[in-house]
Every structure is written in structure tokens, then in C-alpha cells.
């Protein structure tokens, strides 16, 4: 059974930094891409930031230079590093990983995490 497990999420003030982490386990993620999306309430699930299997990592306008995406030294792992937090960053943040890379689109990721809630304050 495939899972996509995050951590990390919480309640911070504005110009906080957070760290999430996701553990992907269930089968082999040898070429996948993985990545963040998140979900903020009323609004629809948008990207944040991928990575793929290998090259260069990408993320949204709304969060470059903030927010740095990696994987760890197995790849079937990947971080996000929040900082500089707004309030507009407040959503349910989802781990996701996908044989498409370069992809930004909900439906090009095939896995996907239960999600994980970051508050944040003004």
C-alpha cells in the first residue's frame, strides 16, 4: 500500500519559518517526481514546489525565493523549508509524487498525502 506521510505542520506567527517532511513508502519511487501543493479554505488546490527525480527544482511565484524544496538521500523522501510566512501561506499542505516531471497540474501527481495544517498568524 502506497503512503505519502507529512509532518512538520503547525501554528506560527508571520515571518516564521516551518519545516515539512514527507515519507513515501509502499513501493518504488526510483524516476518519480515529487512535490507540494496545498489547499487553502474555499480556494482551489494549487502547486507550490517540485522536484523531480533528478535536476532542478521548481516552485510557484507566490513562494520563490521563501520557500526551498528538496529530497532527502533516499529521494523517497522530500522537505519543504517555509520562511518568511504570511498569513495568505495559512492552508492544508499535501505531499505528492508523480512519474511526470516538471509537473504542475493536480492530476499529473498519482500519490498523494492525507495533508498537513500550517497556521499562519498576522
Known amino acids: 500500500q502506497v503512503q505519502l506521510v507529512e509532518s512538520g505542520g503547525g501554528l506560527v506567527q508571520a515571518g516564521a519559518s516551518l519545516r515539512l517532511s514527507c515519507a513515501a513508502s509502499?513501493?518504488?519511487?526510483?524516476?518519480?517526481?515529487m512535490g507540494w501543493f496545498r489547499q487553502a479554505p474555499g480556494k482551489e488546490r494549487e502547486f507550490v514546489a517540485g522536484?523531480?527525480?533528478?535536476?532542478?527544482?521548481y516552485s510557484a511565484d507566490s513562494v520563490k525565493g521563501r520557500f526551498i524544496i528538496a529530497r532527502g538521500n533516499a529521494k523517497n523522501t522530500v522537505f519543504l523549508q517555509m520562511n518568511s510566512l504570511k498569513p495568505e501561506d495559512t492552508a492544508v499542505y499535501y505531499c505528492?509524487?508523480?512519474?511526470?516531471?516538471?509537473?504542475?497540474?493536480?492530476?499529473?501527481?498519482?500519490?498523494w498525502g492525507q495533508g498537513t495544517q500550517v497556521t499562519v498568524s498576522s
Open positions: 505528492v509524487a508523480g512519474s511526470v516531471a516538471g509537473a504542475r497540474a493536480p492530476g499529473d501527481y498519482e500519490y
Open positions: 509502499g513501493r518504488t519511487f526510483v524516476g518519480y517526481a
Open positions: 522536484i523531480p527525480w533528478s535536476g532542478s527544482p
